[in-house]
C-alpha cells in the first residue's frame, strides 16, 4: 500500500511471521543487494548471480537492532504483500491497481533520498517490468494529477508530454479516497511537501517507456533529449541509478529512427554529444551507473556504425568503472571482445567473450544476449583453431539460434572446403546479420589448415596432387605453398619433397612430453582462483557485524577463563575425590 | 574569394603531370580550402565546396601515391573520411574515386603488415557498402583477394595477380614491388622449415625468381649453403635454444607451483 510508512511495517512482526513466501522473497532480495545496478539490465530479467547468502545469516541480520537495511527489507516485503492482497480482491480496479502500483514506488524513491541508499531506487526501478504491461497515458496522467500540486511546471511538462495537459487535479483524488480512505490521508499528510526530483525523473522514465512500448519513436526521442537535459542540471547522487536509465532509452530511440544504423545520416550519430558529455559529467560526478551505462551506448553506437577504430579509442582512454552493474560489465566485455576479434587480437577476444556468456543472465528474458555473445563466442574459437565443445550446442535456449554455427563447425572440424563454402553459401544472410561474416570468411584457411592436418595424420605420405584434389585447391603449386606454410607455422610436423612431389609425416611426438598439459592445467587453477577471489567480493556482510563477532570471542574467552577455573576447580574436586577413594 | 582561387586550380591540379607542380598546386588549393573553413566538412559548408575539397584530397592521395610517400597518402586518406561519410544528399558520390582510394589504403595496410588495420578498415566497408559485395568492386576486391592468399599461403596466385594485367589501375603497381618481395621472404622461410633441401634449378621457380644467378645471391643473403647445384638450409633444431626453453619451464613450473601454494594459504 502506497501511504504505509516503514516504520509500522517493520515492527509488525506477525504479519511477517503469518506470510509463508516471506522468506522466499527475503532471499529473492539479497542477491540483488549485493549487486548494485542489476535491476539497469533494462527490463529483462535480474537473478543470475548466485551468490548465496546463508539464511542464519539474513535471520541474524533482521535481529540486529542496528541494522538499518533489515528494518528496509521487511518494510518492503510487508508493501508487496499487501499488494498482493490487493490483486487478490476480485473487485479492485486494474486502473486504479496500476495507479497504486506506481505510486508505491514513491515512498521508496524518497527513502533512498533521506537514507542515501541507491537500492531503493533500484528496487522502484526493477517494479517498472512488473508495471510496464499496464501502462497507458491516462493511468500516467492519473499519479501526475495526483502526486503534483497543479501548479506544478514540472507536472505540466509531463502531462503536455503525454497530450493529457487537462487533467484536472482535484477530481482524481476522490476518486483514489474510494479505493483506499488509509493511503489517502497519509497523501494528505505529504502533500505540502516539495517532490523530489527523483519522482520527476522517474515518472519520466515510465512515459519513455510507453512511447517505446507503443513505437512512438520520435517523441521518446524528443522527450528523452529534454528529459536528460533536465538530469543534467540536476546533481544528486541518488539519481544516478535513474539518470543512466534515462540515457538508456535515449539511445534506444535513437536505433530505432528512421535512417537505421549502418548509415552515416542516423541519429545514432548525432546523440554522440549527448553521450560524450554524458560520459564526461558522470565521471567527474563519479556516477558509476551512468558511467558504465553511458560508455556501453557509445560502445554500441561506434559499433552500430561499425566506427571500429573509434571504440577502440574511447575504450583505451576510458576506464570501465569496477564495480559497475553486472549487467553491463557483461554487455562492456561482448563489445570489447567484438572490438578485438575484429583486430586479429584472438586471445583477449575469447577472454573477454568467454567472460561475457558466463556473466549474462541466464533468465530466458535475456537469453538474446547470451545467444549473440555464445555466436561471436563461437566463431572466435574457429579461428583460433579450437573446436568449440559440442554440448554448448545442445543448450536448450541457444540450440535454434546456433544451428547454422553448427554446420559451420562441423565444415570447419572436417577440413571440406567446399562443404565450408556451402554453409556460407547458405546462411550467408544470417551471418550476416549477426555481424559474424567477415569474421567467417576468415576462417577459410583454419579449414584448409585442418584439411592438411587430418591428412598429415592419417597418411605417412600423401602427393601434392592428392592434396590439390582432396582441398579443391587451384593449383599443385598452391597446394606446395600452402603445405609448406603449415609446417612453418607449426599446424604440421612434416617435410616436403619438391622432385618427387610428396609430402612425408613425421611422427607424432607425446603431448605429454610438451608443456601443453602443465598450460592446459595452470589455466584452470587459475580461472578456479579467480572464480573464488571474485565470489568472495561479492559477498556482503552486515554492518557493524565484526563487532558483534568480538564481543562474541570476548564472551567465549571469558566463558573459556571460567571453564579453565572450574576445571581447576574440578580437578581440585578430583583430587578431593582420589583422596576419598584412596582412602576409602 | 578564396573559392575562385579554388576553382582556377581545380582544372589545372587535374591536368598537371608534373610532380613538382601538382605539389605547389595543393598547397595552393589546400590554403584556399583553409581560408574557407573547408578542411574538415562543417554543416555550414556548401556543396559546391565540399565537393571541390573531396576532389583537392583524392588528387593529393593519388599524387602521394606515385610519388610512393605513405605517410602524405595516409595523412589524405585520414582527411578525406569525414566527407566519405557525409550523406549523399549533400555530397553526391558519383565521380568519387573512395573505392580506389580506400582499395589503395587497404593494399598500404597490407604491405604495411598492419592486418589489424585492414580488416577493421574491411569491417566498416562490409558494413557501409549498401547492396553489393564488397568483393565484386574492382577497386576493393583487388586488395581482398590479395589478403586472402597471403593468409592461405597461395603465393603463386598472388604472383600471377600482379604479374597479368588484373592490377586495377596504374596506382596499384606501385604496390607490386614491395609484396614481391614481401612474399619472396616468406616463401624463403616457409622453405627452410618445409624441405631438407632442395635444386638450385626449381628454386628458382619457386621464389620467383629471374636467373639461377639471382638464386645463388639470393641464397647468400639468406646464409643458405649450396652444394653441388643443391641448396641445403642450415638446420633449424637449436639445441641450445631447447635447454634455455627446459630452464624457462622448470623455473615457470615452479612459479605456478608456488603460487597455487600462495593463493591456497590466503584461502584456508
Not at chain 1, 483506499?180 to 497523501?187: F, G, I, M, P
Not at chain 1, 565450408?420 to 546479420?433: A, K, L, S, Y
Not at chain 2, 633444431?237 to 627446459?246: A, I, P
Request: charged content about 25%; aromatic content about 6%.
Amino acid at each position: 500500500m502506497p501511504g504505509k510508512t516503514p516504520h509500522t511495517n517493520g515492527s509488525n512482526p506477525v504479519e511477517n511471521g503469518i506470510n509463508g513466501a516471506d522468506d522466499v522473497e527475503m532471499k529473492d532480495d539479497a542477491p540483488n543487494q549485493l549487486k548494485g545496478g542489476k535491476g539497469k539490465k533494462t527490463k529483462e530479467g535480474d537473478e543470475e548471480m548466485t551468490v548465496v547468502v546463508p539464511p542464519s545469516k539474513s535471520t541474524k541480520l533482521s535481529a540486529t537492532p542496528p541494522s538499518k537495511d533489515s528494518n528496509g527489507d521487511v518494510a518492503m516485503d510487508g508493501t508487496e504483500e499487501t499488494n498482493e492482497e490487493d490483486a487478490g480482491a476480485p473487485k479492485v480496479d486494474p486502473v486504479a491497481k496500476a495507479i497504486s502500483d506506481i505510486k508505491s514506488n514513491f515512498p521508496l524513491l524518497e527513502r533512498a533520498v533521506t537514507l542515501f541508499d541507491a537500492r531503493f531506487s533500484l528496487r522502484a526501478l526493477r517494479s517498472i517490468s512488473s508495471i510496464r504491461k499496464r501502462l497507458t497515458p491516462d493511468i500516467l496522467a492519473q499519479v501526475i494529477a495526483e502526486t503534483y500540486q497543479s501548479t506544478s511546471p514540472a507536472a505540466k511538462s509531463l502531462l503536455v508530454a503525454l497530450d493529457r495537459e487537462h487533467v484536472a487535479f482535484g477530481k482524481s483524488v476522490s476518486n483514489e479516497m474510494e479505493i483506499d480512505n488509509e493511503s489517502k490521508a497519509k497523501n494528505g499528510k505529504k502533500e505540502p511537501k516539495e517532490i523530489i526530483p527523483e519522482v520527476d525523473i522517474f515518472l519520466g522514465i515510465l512515459i519513455q517507456i510507453y512511447y517505446l512500448d507503443n513505437k512512438l519513436n520520435q517523441k521518446g526521442a524528443v522527450f528523452s533529449a529534454h528529459l536528460a537535459e533536465r538530469i543534467h542540471s540536476l546533481n544528486r547522487r541518488t539519481l544516478d541509478s535513474l539518470s543512466a536509465r534515462v540515457y538508456f532509452y535515449y539511445s534506444l530511440f535513437c536505433e530505432q529512427l528512421a535512417p537505421l544504423p549502418p548509415s552515416p545520416s542516423s541519429p545514432v550519430v548525432s546523440i554522440r554529444p549527448a553521450l560524450l558529455s554524458a560520459l564526461r559529467t558522470a565521471v567527474l560526478r563519479k556516477d558509476i551507473d551512468t558511467q558504465s551505462t553511458v560508455i556501453v551506448l557509445l560502445l554500441r553506437n561506434y559499433l552500430s556504425t561499425s566506427h571500429i577504430a573509434q571504440a577502440d579509442l574511447l575504450i583505451s582512454h576510458t576506464k570501465f568503472p569496477e564495480n559497475a552493474a553486472n549487467n553491463q560489465v557483461a554487455r562492456y566485455l561482448y563489445y570489447l571482445g567484438r572490438i578485438r576479434a575484429i583486430q586479429l587480437r584472438y586471445t583477449e577476444a575469447h577472454e573477454h567473450l568467454t567472460a561475457a556468456t558466463r556473466k549474462a543472465p541466464s533468465s530466458p528474458s535475456a537469453a538474446g544476449f547470451s545467444q549473440t555473445a555464445t555466436k561471436l563466442l563461437l566463431v572466435v574459437e574457429l579461428l583460433m583453431g579450437d573446436i568449440p565443445d559440442r554440448a554448448t550446442f545442445r543448450i536448450p535456449s541457444l540450440e535454434r539460434a546456433l544451428q547454422p554455427y553448427l554446420q559451420l563447425v562441423q565444415a570447419v572440424r572436417v577440413g571440406l572446403l567446399g562443404e565450408f563454402e556451402n554453409v556460407i553459401r547458405q546462411h550467408g544472410d544470417t551471418f550476416r546479420r549477426d555481424g559474424t561474416y567477415t569474421l567467417i570468411l576468415r576462417l577459410r584457411q583454419n579449414v584448409i589448415k585442418t584439411g592438411i592436418r587430418m591428412m598429415s595424420l592419417s597418411y605417412s605420405r600423401i602427393s601434392l596432387r592428392d592434396i590439390c584434389i582432396r582441398l579443391k585447391l587451384e593449383s599443385e603449386e598452391s597446394a606446395e605453398y600452402i603445405v609448406a606454410k603449415a609446417i612453418r607455422d607449426g599446424v604440421i610436423e612434416a617435410s616436403l619433397d619438391r622432385e618427387r612431389g610428396f609430402m612425408k609425416s613425421k611422427e607424432v611426438g607425446d603431448v605429454y612430453a610438451t608443456r601443453e598439459p602443465g598450460e592446459a592445467f595452470h589455466d584452470r587453477i587459475r580461472a578456479c582462483l579467480a572464480l573464488h577471489d571474485e565470489s568472495v567480493k561479492a559477498m556482503r556482510f552486515p554492518m557493524n557485524q565484526h563487532r558483534l563477532e568480538l564481543k562474541n570471542a570476548q564472551e567465549a574467552r571469558e566463558r573459556e577463563r571460567e571453564m579453565a577455573k572450574e576445571i581447576q576447580d574440578g580437578d581440585l574436586d578430583e583430587d578431593d575425590l582420589g583422596g576419598e577413594f584412596e582412602g576409602m | 574569394m578564396a573559392e575562385r582561387d579554388l576553382q582556377e586550380v581545380l582544372p589545372k591540379l587535374k591536368s598537371s603531370h608534373s610532380y613538382q607542380e601538382s605539389l605547389s598546386l595543393l598547397s595552393k588549393a589546400k590554403i584556399a580550402l583553409l581560408k574557407l573553413n573547408a578542411l574538415t566538412p562543417q554543416p555550414t559548408t556548401p556543396s559546391s565546396i565540399l565537393l571541390a575539397a573531396r576532389e583537392v584530397f583524392e588528387a593529393g592521395a593519388l599524387l602521394s601515391i606515385r610519388a610512393k610517400d605513405p605517410d602524405a597518402f595516409t595523412r589524405y586518406v585520414h582527411q578525406l573520411t569525414p566527407f566519405y561519410e557525409l550523406p549523399p544528399e549533400r555530397l553526391s558520390a558519383a565521380n568519387s574515386e573512395k573505392n580506389k582510394i580506400t582499395g589503395l589504403y587497404l593494399l598500404l595496410l597490407l604491405t604495411q603488415g598492419n592486418y589489424s588495420g585492414f580488416h577493421t578498415e574491411l569491417e566498416g566497408l562490409e558494413l557501409r557498402q549498401n547492396g553489393g559485395l564488397v568483393e565484386d568492386d574492382r577497386f576493393l576486391g583487388y586488395p581482398i583477394k590479395l589478403e586472402r592468399w597471403l593468409m592461405e599461403g597461395s603465393y603463386d596466385l598472388v604472383w600471377k595477380a600482379m604479374a597479368s594485367r588484373e592490377v586495377p589501375s596504374e596506382e596499384y603497381g606501385v604496390f607490386s614491388e614491395i609484396l614481391t618481395s614481401q612474399i619472396r621472404n616468406e616463401i624463403a622461410s616457409c622453405s627452410e622449415t618445409a624441405y631438407p633441401s632442395l635444386p638450385i634449378s626449381s628454386t628458382k621457380n619457386l621464389l620467383f625468381l629471374d636467373s639461377e644467378g639471382a638464386v645463388v645471391s639470393f641464397a647468400q643473403s639468406r646464409g643458405w649453403a649450396i652444394k653441388d647445384g643443391r641448396i641445403y638450409f642450415p638446420n633449424q633444431v637449436k639445441m641450445g635454444v631447447d635447454e634455455g626453453n627446459e630452464k624457462a619451464l622448470s623455473q615457470m613450473v615452479i612459479e605456478n607451483t608456488l603460487g597455487y601454494a600462495r593463493e591456497l594459504e590466503t584461502i584456508v
